[in-house]
């Protein structure tokens, strides 16, 4: 059969043109001529496939592209309950997960879910203790979490799970695309994004999820933050193409649980647009999914006695102020009224119920959503206070950067000089982002934009012997060391201070050198633990309780030559073992790197133990 006759079904996009280079991975199936033989003649290092993952506390979308020429594709189409097929048109898909009662490996996820059925959620911030309730809002309205999460379903086993499904439906989609055996030949390079203001553990715990689900089978998986991947992507579309060198702005992302600040000075437009973070980020548990909170408790508290009141009753008001009233309420617009559907209540007219329609006047709306909205105003006030400098725009992205009440607040409240942009492709942003900084990750040529530095967050050193000095230290922690013979003190020895300037992919060595008797028995581990201190107080020479734990760093002597150990005499004519060498660590946008370094060779002997 001649070749041109061979045909296949193939997906391809039917999205409308726009100036964004993405476009939607709506499906239509026609014939179309094979792809494998010129697919099938590159090296598996030129048929490499970036794949951006968003991954939300409430929705978490899903991009890729081929590295060979950068098109990029933004899945909108989802499993629904029952079928198989991509059939739910939608830019990102629920961060929500049941399990079959039955079969407790299998689960439902995303739209697959029916609407009154309990499911996990949130279980995004479980993955971080720092989000444990602490402001006003997390308090009073704690996630929403509504199964029991037993040892098997814990957040990072309901992280792995969801990524799972995620990639599995990605593989669906490249199998349709590229034909079966062209998708799993392919390597994919996965892009996954954290909160900017999470802490190491967190990022770790997440990225332990990611390879539990796969992600990290033909390459290290890459992490950047959600601030900074939406940043990326309205630099690359020119959204801020009204600043100059030296310009600063803010990205405020606004999800559904959390809300993620950031800011950045201008430092080169061309040939490659640079940028440098102007100040440590910020960010709160205050995102969209408390106005659904505060909605419910409304309804609750107005109609919870009514007869006929009941959760069908409120799963249909709350689709409407979801998507609807939530996003476009504004004081300013002339409709008195607003309304929700509250099927099997009777009418009242003293309730505001008629045909089985509640009416919600302006004010009641406005108190809603204001609590939530004012704490949102308050970040973004301080990023822009933190940069100690003028800020010339401010620009909203997330599913709650839609919102146009925020919109109209932020306006009032910053000064006239400063621009509030709200970008129609605000909820993908950061998918997009991501999926741009793989791209040139993975090739230089997609390079479009790049952050040269980020402003360190908190302080980062360790504890070490340091030789005593009288105008220094304090003569109450000094002690007299037997194997140097001298007076020393245990005291901090920063090496990264808070507001420091760290540039990308800078490698920071730290030189250590370790000592123990020779009598005791030759050492196979050694521990190493680095300290942080998240305050705003300048470095402190000895630690306190307000300086913690960061990492725990194991070192294993047994990858190392047989020589590593070194012999020396002590002061005090005791035989000790002497172990001297350095630990490399690199800073990057989601992730932390550390190598050890011995004689000039590394090594990678050093585990690393988040706290």
């Known amino acids: 059969m001649a070749a041109a006759s061979i045909f296949f079904l193939e997906v391809i996009s039917l999205g409308l043109v726009s100036r964004s280079p993405f476009?939607?991975?709506?499906?239509?199936?026609?014939?179309?001529?094979?792809?494998?033989?010129?697919?099938?003649?590159?090296?598996?290092?030129?048929?490499?496939?970036?794949?951006?993952?968003?991954?939300?506390?409430?929705?978490?979308?899903?991009?890729?592209?081929?590295?060979?020429?950068?098109?990029?594709?933004?899945?909108?189409?989802?499993?629904?309950?029952?079928?198989?097929?991509?059939?739910?048109?939608?830019?990102?898909?629920?961060?929500?997960?049941?399990y079959d009662e039955d079969e407790p490996t299998e689960f439902k996820w995303g739209f697959q879910i029916p609407r009154d059925v309990d499911r996990h959620q949130w279980f995004k911030l479980d993955?971080?203790?720092?989000?444990?309730?602490?402001?006003?809002?997390?308090?009073?309205?704690?996630?929403?979490?509504?199964?029991?999460?037993?040892?098997?379903?814990?957040?990072?086993?309901?992280?792995?799970?969801?990524?799972?499904?995620?990639?599995?439906?990605?593989?669906?989609?490249l199998q349709s695309q590229l034909g079966q055996h062209q998708a799993q030949e392919t390597p994919l390079q996965f892009i996954l994004t954290v909160p900017a203001v999470w802490s190491d553990a967190a990022k770790e715990k997440t990225l332990q999820a990611a390879e539990t689900a796969g992600l990290g089978q033909n390459a290290p998986i890459l992490m950047i933050s959600e601030p900074e991947a939406a940043a990326t992507y309205a630099l690359f579309r020119k959204e801020l193409g009204g600043l100059s060198n030296g310009d600063t702005f803010v990205v405020c992302d606004a999800g559904g649980g959390t809300v993620d600040?950031?800011?950045?000075?201008?430092?080169?437009?061309?040939?490659?647009?640079?940028?440098?973070?102007?100040?440590?980020?910020?960010?709160?548990?205050?995102?969209?999914?408390?106005?659904?909170?505060?909605?419910?408790?409304?309804?609750?508290?107005?109609?919870?006695?009514?007869?006929?009141?009941?959760?069908?009753?409120?799963?249909?008001?709350?689709?409407?102020?979801?998507?609807?009233?939530?996003?476009?309420?504004?004081?300013?617009?002339?409709?008195?009224?607003?309304?929700?559907?509250?099927?099997?209540?009777?009418?009242?007219?003293?309730?505001?119920?008629?045909?089985?329609?509640?009416?919600?006047?302006?004010?009641?709306?406005?108190?809603?959503?204001?609590?939530?909205?004012?704490?949102?105003?308050?970040?973004?006030?301080k990023q822009i206070r933190s940069t100690k400098r003028e800020v010339k725009a401010v620009l909203l992205v997330g599913g709650f950067g839609g919102s146009q009440y925020l919109l109209e607040r932020l306006k009032e409240t910053v000064t006239k000089t400063t621009v509030i942009l709200q970008p129609g492709y605000g909820w993908s942003a950061v998918v997009r982002g991501a999926l741009l900084r793989g791209l040139s990750d993975c090739d230089s040529q997609h390079a479009k934009v790049r952050l040269t530095s980020r402003v360190a967050r908190k302080h980062i050193g360790v504890v070490c012997n340091i030789e005593f000095d009288e105008t220094k230290h304090l003569m109450s922690q000094r002690y007299f060391q037997e194997f140097s013979g001298q007076w020393v003190t245990s005291a901090m020895s920063w090496f990264i201070t808070k507001g420091d300037a760290i540039r990308e992919d800078t490698l920071f060595t730290f030189p250590f050198r370790r000592h123990s008797l020779v009598s005791d028995g030759r050492p196979s581990e050694y521990k190493h633990i680095i300290y942080c201190d998240r305050t705003d107080r300048p470095a402190v020479v000895y630690s306190d309780e307000k300086v913690v734990?960061?990492?725990?760093?194991?070192?294993?002597?047994?990858?190392?030559?047989?020589?590593?150990?070194?012999?020396?005499?002590?002061?005090?004519?005791?035989?000790y073992y002497i172990f001297r060498f350095s630990i490399e660590v690199t800073y990057q946008s989601g992730s932390t790197k550390y190598e050890l370094l011995h004689k000039g060779k590394r090594y990678k002997a050093v585990t690393a133990e988040y706290v």
Not at 292 to 310: A, I, T
Not at 328 to 355: C, D, F, H, M, Q
Not at 558 to 575: I, Q, R, T
């Open 23 to 98: 476009e939607s991975s709506r499906t239509y199936l026609v014939p179309t001529m094979s792809l494998s033989g010129p697919f099938k003649a590159l090296s598996l290092h030129d048929r490499r496939i970036a794949v951006a993952i968003d991954f939300g506390t409430t929705y978490s979308g899903v991009a890729w592209a081929k590295v060979l020429d950068g098109h990029a594709n933004l899945i909108d189409q989802w499993p629904l309950a029952g079928s198989h097929s991509t059939s739910k048109s939608s830019e990102k898909a629920p961060t929500e997960i049941v």
């Open 127 to 173: 993955l971080d203790s720092k989000y444990s309730p602490t402001t006003a809002l997390s308090k009073r309205y704690p996630p929403p979490n509504s199964l029991p999460s037993g040892d098997q379903h814990k957040a990072q086993q309901l992280t792995a799970d969801y990524l799972g499904a995620l990639k599995r439906h990605l593989l669906g989609i």
């Open 261 to 381: 600040l950031i800011s950045y000075t201008i430092e080169q437009l061309e040939p490659v647009l640079q940028v440098k973070e102007a100040a440590p980020g910020s960010g709160g548990l205050c995102g969209s999914t408390y106005l659904n909170r505060r909605f419910q408790e409304f309804l609750v508290s107005k109609l919870g006695q009514e007869e006929g009141f009941d959760d069908e009753t409120v799963s249909d008001a709350m689709k409407k102020f979801e998507e609807e009233i939530k996003r476009e309420y504004s004081p300013n617009v002339s409709n008195p009224n607003y309304w929700v559907p509250v099927p099997g209540l009777a009418t009242n007219p003293r309730l505001g119920i008629r045909r089985n329609k509640l009416t919600l006047p302006p004010d009641d709306v406005r108190e809603i959503l204001k609590p939530v909205i004012d704490e949102v105003v308050q970040l973004v006030r």
């Open 549 to 575: 734990e960061l990492v725990r760093l194991h070192t294993t002597l047994d990858d190392l030559p047989s020589n590593a150990l070194e012999m020396e005499m002590g002061d005090d004519d005791e035989l």
